[in-house]
């Protein structure tokens, strides 16, 4: 059974700082979400990453996969009071028999960055 | 364009009453879902579908069906509802179910408490 793990769970940080947080699994896959949630809000696509070292960026935000490792990373540069919210990874378990979907997800990590 | 649109935003049900969760999209897109979201849990696929007619189950179906009578609606029905459906429920749809480059894009959520 695929299992997503987020850690940290709740993470509290200063504006200015760099963070990263981390989304192990446990099986092998080559495609892996990024989705933003704002508190009481709907689920926003960050980014998708596709391959084997694929790194991508959107302002202060970068995403990075290993699939080696069964490791993406989101790194937070010289965080700022808008990047508050809940950050989700989620998995495609899909095998090669498979053309849909079939995510896996993460618990979510609850970023509060204080002014 | 509306995007994805889900009512109601919010309902209180009594154990054993049965309910209809809307959902909508505007983007022509063939692939939609239903999940369903819990404190402190990732996502849940509750049911999906890759076009009209054609509707299958995800990792939590019992005790929901679905229908796909057209591409722009997916309704969600709870049959009788217990407590444990306590939950938020989300729709996303997506142009195909899952080709390079494709993600999601969900609906602002129907908050459901079961007394």
């Known amino acids: 059974e695929l299992k997503v793990e987020q850690n940290p769970l709740f993470l509290s940080m200063q504006e200015g700082k760099n963070y990263t947080i981390y989304c192990n699994y446990s099986?092998?896959?080559?495609?892996l979400y990024w989705y933003r949630q704002d508190p009481g809000k709907s689920l926003e696509s960050l980014f998708v990453?596709?391959?084997n070292g694929a790194v991508k960026q959107e302002g202060r935000l970068m995403a990075s996969l290993d699939t080696k490792a069964r490791l993406s990373t989101l790194h937070i540069t010289a965080a700022v009071h808008d990047l508050s919210a809940t950050y989700f990874c989620?998995?495609?378990?899909?095998?090669?028999?498979?053309?849909?979907?079939?995510?896996?997800w993460g618990a979510g990590t609850k970023l509060i960055i204080k002014p | 364009n509306a995007g994805v649109t889900q009512t109601p935003k919010f309902q209180v049900l009594k154990t054993g009453q049965s309910m209809t969760l809307q959902c909508a999209q505007d983007?022509?897109?063939?692939?939609m879902s239903w999940y369903r979201q819990d404190p402190g849990m990732g996502l849940r696929l509750i049911h999906y579908?890759?076009?009209?007619?054609?509707?299958d189950q995800g990792e939590v179906p019992n005790g929901y069906n679905v229908s796909r009578s057209t591409t722009e609606d997916f309704p969600l029905r709870l049959l009788s509802a217990a407590p444990s459906q306590t939950s938020v429920y989300f729709c996303?749809?997506?142009?195909?179910?899952?080709?390079?480059?494709?993600?999601?894009?969900f609906g602002p959520g129907t908050r459901l408490l079961v007394l």
């Open positions: 579908s890759v076009g009209a007619g054609i509707t």
């Open positions: 996303a749809s997506s142009h195909t179910s899952g080709g390079p480059q494709e993600t999601q894009y």
């Open positions: 990453l596709l391959s």
């Open positions: 099986t092998t896959s080559d495609r």
């Open positions: 989620a998995v495609d378990a899909r095998t090669p028999m498979d053309s849909n979907y079939q995510l896996i």
């Open positions: 983007m022509n897109h063939e692939y």
